[in-house]
């Protein structure tokens, strides 16, 4: 058998496994950003979810059952998509509103102070949002 075969034949087996191995890395890469790009969906439902709830919290001055009902449905799932900082920070809007809604007979200046906080927060929250959608 001729020497060039002899080496062509040595070289096939390290060059199949390392085109293995590059496809291999190829689908880990896909997979990665496939994971990155759902992640990135599920988590601006729940941005969009907080937009919403805060944009009709301010504009209305309230919110009805049935919006704090979706409002924490929809940040349910921010515990298995968010750092803890952030859930606790969609929860927060949620128990700032709760208060403002329970006690909606009684102003006071906790209510003020929860209302400001929204008010406030209706901006700010976009700032909290981008260094987890990113």
Do not use: C
């Amino acid at each position: 058998m001729p020497e060039w075969v002899q080496v062509l034949q040595a070289l096939s087996v390290p060059t199949i496994a390392a085109v293995g191995a590059l496809l291999a890395w190829q689908q880990v890469k896909i997979a990665r950003t496939k994971l990155r790009h759902d992640l990135f969906d599920r988590r601006f439902k729940v941005f969009e979810a907080a937009r919403d709830f805060l944009a009709k919290v301010t504009s209305e001055g309230g919110v009805t059952n049935e919006d704090l009902r979706e409002y924490t449905v929809a940040v349910l799932d921010a515990q298995f998509l968010f750092n803890k900082e952030m859930r606790d920070y969609l929860f927060e809007i949620r128990r700032r509103v709760i208060g403002i809604w329970a006690s909606r007979d009684e102003w006071d200046a906790t209510m003020e102070e929860r209302r400001a906080w929204l008010v406030a927060h209706s901006t700010v929250y976009r700032a909290s949002f981008s260094r987890s959608l990113s």
